[in-house]
């Protein structure tokens, strides 16, 4: 047993991080343009100096310990409750973001077809190795963070050496990552040059690029395989992900394959009980996540429809057709809703209502006074930028993971993803997925709501018997591993009888819940 | 407006309000010396052990309580006066009530011990005695050793939060196994080994003789009643157990045994006067249960029932099946129905345990009728549901032990083990 204060590290946890500290301090020598001889051995080191630190201190971490809950202390870390050493990484982490979306060649990203230096030069091997071409910024990001997914998994996996679903799942993120966000993208490069980058999983609006002019014209121009390609981009909208949400919840996408989920699960779960579990914070965010996906679904039409044409013999999907469809589908969306759930939502029907309306209003102002370059008399394309630099990089990058030890880990999942926005909204009204409340054993511990990284109060449903049927859930199931009563079970079941109120819970005298709980 | 006055903000106390407020417009005055805002006491243990911060122990935030027009009052009631219908506080300020709710919980025991009242010697029950270990035993440097005395629910917590920062426990629990006045020998013989795989020193079968003082009348040591050893510490938990905190009704005229006495209804022997939670006494234990429950759930479904009376639908506290839960150090137990650490005469039981990971559940039932009286189960969680349904249906054992996987609340993907459970039950009744 290490005799070490929880208040500070034990010996072998210093040892770890002054390895990991080493691995970052290449990369920082590169960042400064030191010159370093063989880049390879230098990336392989550095990349590795990174990962052996965190295996490293994990194995000291949780090593020798007996199988259960690991939160011991992190409220006195000051890393994981915004001390000191968390104010710091946040800047870190947001000058880093702001650098790496605004200015990649403080990075030393040539321009114009120029060598690249400093830290984006020392990542050319690998990305030749891959490739075969020179990495980008976008390339050093990539490789940065599916390490840390790596890495901070193998963490996360030890930590819950006694949750087969955490283990698995975590499993699943880091396939994810690696394979399909890291690997495949490359690989599909080296085959197919021409194909634009496709992060498969990565689905519409998460990826608000994919249908794009160049996007779209990239797949176009690359045969049947970027014709599948694109085929599956929007089956995964449309088809794929409300069939898998009805099945699963949203967590199938967002704590299982998501490469945002993946990163906040893993080298964010020491921020996850920072996120905030006010009343106000949830209007705020059904405010801000909401907006948001009416952004994005404005923006894709728009960008879209500039790039039709008007005559359907240069071809079949024209302007006019095109916004037929997306009002058309809308609609449909809108009807369904509205006819069976109308209840259920009670007030919100209102404010869905309302949104509704704006959407189709916006639309039908935009094909009667836009043009080719115009809607709403500004160019499409400056829509498009607007979108890719407030929600893609600010919101998502910047504030999303810059500030995960100030917001916690999911503050961008939460308050801003519009595929987690509809996907949320399916989870609520359409889905077999709950998290059901074990009869009357809730002691209002509150283990369950501090560890939510979503902010979800999950103790108010607990305490009153309730299941917990909320849009925002991405079923991690950490709320359900730290409950000390075995309260709560994340589980598929019927849509029936689904969501649960009660007042009298289920132990008191049977006469009386019938009394309490009929009306 | 009537005006409803509950002393004490926990469970109790504050189920009873909130029912109240759904049920009617009355005023309602919850008045509590503790803190000014309702928490969980359970999780009390892990603000100590960092994986919380005391505001997430409240399960309402402040806005609530005016929103729901429920007032609160941070001060100590000093007397009661039920014939004028007042309190008064310890300031020496009077607030009078149409009805009064006593909800004061509990208090830890203290049995005389020489020594009891020494600094570093403290009970782990409320937000004082939290803040008083976080003085007496802020890390291993300050605290090179600390024992507790005692060994029920809470004594086991004290030693996990106390090793949380690894400071040294020493457990002294007085009888030959951990809890098995509760627990059958089984269990009990599980939780002493995980208890010593945490690395607390769990002395069995050992009374504390005394506790010695240095020069600055601080703990210093503890003296074993059996063996006369010494042991050096600088903090003493006394866990023995609680009992109801209702010194400031002696001279009432309220009814009091060892706590306040209450019939069916949850009512004292003076009108518009009732008791709930751990602080009640029935007069008679309701069915098989004890005459005080300091429990969660009971003192929870004693407000839900209360409130009803108050709001004029007189009703009796009319708990159902009985059920329980607690965790120990990383094993989680629920129990439901009845299993007793010894078997009644017309009682038998089933046993089965994992061979190496430490899960087990225990099963009691009716020998010769075979009905389902109730289970243990350790390390494997259970649906309260269908536990209920099938202690209301009367199931014979076997249909449990049949359907064990429709009760089974583990997550997804956990190993099951109701195929290993039927096999050994089928063997069982082959030998016997």
Not at chain 1, 370 to 391: C, D, H, M, P, Q
Not at chain 2, 225 to 242: I, K, N, P, R, W
Not at chain 2, 422 to 429: D, G, I, R, V
Request: charged share 20%; hydrophobic share 40%; glycine share 10%.
């Amino acid at each position: 047993m290490s005799l070490a204060n929880p208040n500070g590290i034990s010996t072998k946890q210093k040892v770890a991080t002054g390895i990991g500290v080493v691995g970052l301090f290449i990369l920082v020598l590169a960042l400064f343009n030191v010159t370093l001889p063989n880049k390879g051995v230098f990336l392989t080191a550095a990349l590795g100096l990174i990962s052996a630190g965190i295996v490293l201190y994990t194995n000291a971490l949780y090593g020798g310990k007996t199988k259960g809950i690991k939160n011991d202390g992190i409220w006195f870390k000051s890393i994981s409750s915004r001390g000191v050493l968390g104010w710091i990484t946040g800047v870190v982490l947001t000058s880093f973001y702001i650098v790496l979306y605004f200015y990649p060649h403080l990075l030393g990203l040539g321009k114009d077809g120029a060598e690249n230096t400093g830290l984006i030069g020392l990542f050319d091997p690998l990305s030749q190795l891959l490739s075969g071409r020179n990495a980008s910024q976008w390339f050093v990001y990539g490789a940065l963070y599916t390490v840390a997914i790596l890495a901070f998994g193998y963490k996360f996996i030890n930590k819950y050496k006694h949750n087969r679903y955490e283990q698995i799942r975590t499993g699943s993120v880091m396939f994810f990552q690696l394979a399909f966000a890291f690997l495949i993208p490359e690989f599909m490069y080296r085959m197919n040059s021409g194909l634009p980058y496709y992060d498969l999983k990565s689905i519409w609006p998460l990826n608000y690029y994919i249908f794009d002019e160049w996007s779209v014209k990239g797949f176009l121009s690359n045969g049947n395989i970027g014709l599948a390609l694109i085929i599956f981009g929007i089956l995964s909208t449309f088809v794929i992900t409300p069939i898998l949400t009805y099945k699963y919840g949203k967590r199938w996408y967002c704590s299982w394959v998501c490469g945002c989920g993946g990163l906040a699960e893993t080298a964010g779960d020491s921020f996850r009980q920072l996120s905030s579990k006010k009343m106000s914070a949830w209007k705020l965010e059904r405010w801000l996540i909401h907006t948001v996906l009416v952004f994005s679904v404005v923006m894709t039409t728009a960008v879209v429809y500039t790039y039709l044409g008007y005559d359907s013999n240069d071809f079949w999907l024209t302007k006019g057709l095109f916004i037929a469809l997306v009002i058309g589908f809308l609609s449909l969306v809108f009807g369904v809703i509205m006819f069976f759930k109308r209840n259920e939502l009670g007030k919100d029907a209102k404010f869905g209502a309302i949104g509704y309306f704006v959407v189709i209003a916006a639309l039908l102002i935009m094909h009667f006074t836009g043009g080719t370059e115009e809607v709403f008399y500004i160019k499409g394309s400056s829509l498009r930028s607007a979108y890719g630099f407030y929600i893609g990089s600010m919101f998502s990058g910047v504030i999303g993971t810059g500030f995960y030890p100030i917001l916690g880990s999911r503050s961008w999942c939460r308050f801003g993803c519009p595929m987690a926005a509809i996907l949320g909204f399916q989870q609520r009204m359409f889905s077999k997925f709950r998290i059901t409340t074990n009869g009357g054993q809730c002691i209002s511990c509150g283990n369950c709501s501090t560890h939510c990284e979503m902010g979800i109060d999950v103790r108010s449903y607990a305490q009153k018997g309730e299941n917990i049927v909320r849009s925002s859930c991405v079923g991690c199931g950490v709320c359900s591993a730290v409950c000390p009563r075995g309260v709560l079970k994340l589980e598929n079941d019927s849509m029936e009888g689904r969501i649960n109120p009660t007042e009298v819970l289920l132990g008191n005298d049977v006469d009386l819940m019938d009394l309490v709980n009929k009306k | 407006m009537e005006h409803i006055v509950i002393i004490g903000n926990g469970i109790s106390g504050v189920t009873t309000a909130r029912h109240i407020r759904k049920l009617s417009d009355k005023r309602i005055t919850i008045i509590s010396a503790e803190t000014k805002y309702f928490f969980s006491r359970t999780a009390l243990m892990y603000i100590y052990m960092g994986h919380m911060q005391f505001e997430h122990t409240q399960p309402y935030e402040p806005w609530f309580w005016e929103k729901n027009r429920i007032e609160l009052k941070q001060a100590a009631v000093a007397k009661v006066e039920t014939a004028d219908k007042n309190l008064v506080l310890s300031t020496g300020e009077t607030i009078s009530y149409d009805k009064l709710v006593i909800a004061t919980g509990s208090k830890p025991n203290k049995f005389g011990w020489p020594g009891q009242d020494l600094k570093g010697v403290q009970g782990m029950y409320s937000k004082q005695d939290l803040d008083q270990l976080e003085a007496n035993a802020p890390n291993n440097e300050v605290c090179k050793r600390a024992v507790v005395v005692g060994g029920g629910l809470i004594g086991i917590e004290m030693a996990e939060m106390l090793s949380s920062r690894n400071i040294p426990v020493t457990f002294l629990v007085r009888e030959k196994s951990f809890w098995n006045g509760v627990l059958p020998a089984q269990e009990s013989e599980m939780l002493n080994k995980h208890i010593k795989e945490h690395h607390i020193d769990l002395r069995l079968g050992t009374n504390l003789k005394e506790i010695l003082s240095d020069e600055n009348g601080h703990a210093r040591a503890v003296v074993i009643a059996e063996t006369g050893e010494e042991l050096a510490c600088s903090v003493v938990g006394l866990t023995a157990g609680v009992s109801p905190n209702i010194d400031f009704l002696r001279d009432s005229g309220i009814e009091i045994g060892r706590g306040v006495k209450v019939n069916r209804h949850l009512e004292t022997n003076i009108s518009d006067i009732y008791a709930i939670g751990d602080c009640a006494e029935q007069h008679e234990g309701i069915d098989e249960r004890r005459p005080i429950e300091a429990v969660w759930y009971t003192g929870r479904m004693m407000g839900e029932t209360l409130a009803q009376t108050i709001c004029g639908n007189k009703t009796a506290y009319k708990p159902g099946h009985w059920f329980n839960s607690a965790k120990f150090l990383d094993i989680e137990y629920q129990t439901y129905g009845w299993v007793w650490a010894q078997p009644k005469e017309h009682e038998a039981r089933f046993y089965w345990e994992h061979s190496d990971e430490q899960k087990c559940i225990h099963i009691n039932y009716n020998k010769t009728t075979r009905e389902f009286i109730g289970i243990n189960t350790f390390g494997i969680r259970m649906r309260h549901e269908v536990f209920d349904r099938w202690l209301t249906e009367k199931q014979s054992v076997d249909h449990v032990v049949k359907h064990l996987k429709e009760a089974n609340f583990d997550p997804e993907f956990f190993t099951h083990y109701e195929k290993e459970i039927l096999a050994a039950f089928q063997k069982q009744l082959q030998t016997v």
